[in-house]
């Protein structure tokens, strides 16, 4: 034993106190591992015996077949209605009219009578003769013998509906009633031509083919440019083919050039230039440069020294340009 305690302090570094803990805690877990085997040893289970069961079933089986009801042959439940009834004295009745007692003097039995008075105050009526086998478990021998002392006709006749009156006036009054109607016609609405630079974005979006984003796009294109100055600019418009330039060209069109805002090509800044579609942010700089080196600029022509300004380009800027 001084050599376990002595192995576990050395291999877990335990004091004397936790060695003897931790030694108890290992007998107690190696007793439970081996309670399951010998329990059986040690508490036998004893035999069960169920003759106490078997006796108290067969009471409880007994007892249940005593409150049965008589059965028919069939295995049904014979029911108080399905009984041969005493002798009555029958009379002529109004099954709508009469109340439980009456019901019972004629040889229905009580909850059966009970039963027709709660189906006639529910709203329910009887209008032939066979509604009232209607009634649940209502016996089919005393059906018979009450057949004939119902009041009430065995079966309800449909009188059909008056049809002497002359086909020709009917199809005439139907004619009458109901006139012809005309045909619908297609009204065709013609919008007024527009002024393209002076067109807001509903009149550009009422074109097929332009919606408002497109139309957004046009009229922000025609602000930067200033104008257009002609129709070859609106293919310049990211979005618009030809089919759809053609369609605007024929409900709007193009004003006088004199209604083209100007860009002051003398006094505006790098940042000014800059703004406008045809000049890129180098070409900016380089005008503002050859402009402070050789003066102010007297025509488009001025400007074709530039060397990064093409020929085309300078066509495209003349019409937006003012040397004043």
Not at 24 to 53: E, G, K, M
Not at 58 to 66: F, H, I, M
Not at 146 to 158: G, K
Not at 243 to 261: C, M, N, Q, Y
Request: charged residues 30%; contains cysteine.
């Amino acid at each position: 034993m001084k050599r376990l305690r002595y192995w576990v302090r050395r291999s877990f570094g335990y004091s004397p106190t936790e060695t003897n803990g931790f030694l108890v805690l290992c007998l107690l877990i190696v007793l439970l591992l081996l309670v399951p085997a010998f329990y059986p040893l040690l508490f036998p289970p004893r035999p069960f015996d169920h003759a106490a069961d078997h006796r108290q079933l067969d009471s409880l089986v007994a007892e249940l077949e005593k409150r049965q009801p008589e059965r028919e042959p069939g295995g049904y439940p014979v029911q108080p209605a399905s009984r041969p009834h005493r002798e009555v004295a029958l009379f002529d009745f109004d099954p709508n009219a009469i109340d439980a007692k009456t019901w019972q003097s004629l040889g229905l039995p009580r909850y059966l009578a009970e039963r027709i008075i709660k189906y006639r105050g529910k709203g329910g009526k009887f209008r032939v003769k066979g509604d009232v086998k209607k009634i649940y478990g209502f016996p089919e021998d005393l059906y018979v013998q009450l057949h004939r002392h119902i009041l009430l006709p065995d079966s309800l006749q449909r009188h059909a509906p008056d049809r002497s009156y002359p086909k020709k006036e009917y199809a005439f009054a139907r004619y009458e009633k109901f006139p012809e109607k005309k045909p619908f016609e297609k009204k065709s609405f013609e919008t007024q031509p527009f002024d393209i630079n002076q067109a807001d974005t509903v009149q550009l979006a009422s074109v097929r083919g332009i919606g408002p984003s497109l139309s957004r796009r046009i009229a922000k294109y025609r602000d930067l440019l200033g104008g257009f100055s002609g129709k070859h600019q609106l293919y310049e418009v990211y979005g618009l083919d030809s089919t759809v330039v053609d369609e605007l060209l024929r409900k709007g069109f193009l004003g006088e050039a004199s209604g083209i805002r100007k860009l002051r090509i003398n006094q505006a800044t790098e940042k000014e230039l800059d703004a406008h579609p045809y000049i890129s942010p180098r070409l900016a700089k380089v005008i503002v440069a050859y402009r402070t080196q050789h003066g102010n600029f007297g025509a488009a022509e001025d400007l074709a020294p530039i060397k990064i300004l093409d020929e085309a380009t300078l066509r495209k800027l003349a019409p937006y340009l003012s040397f004043e």
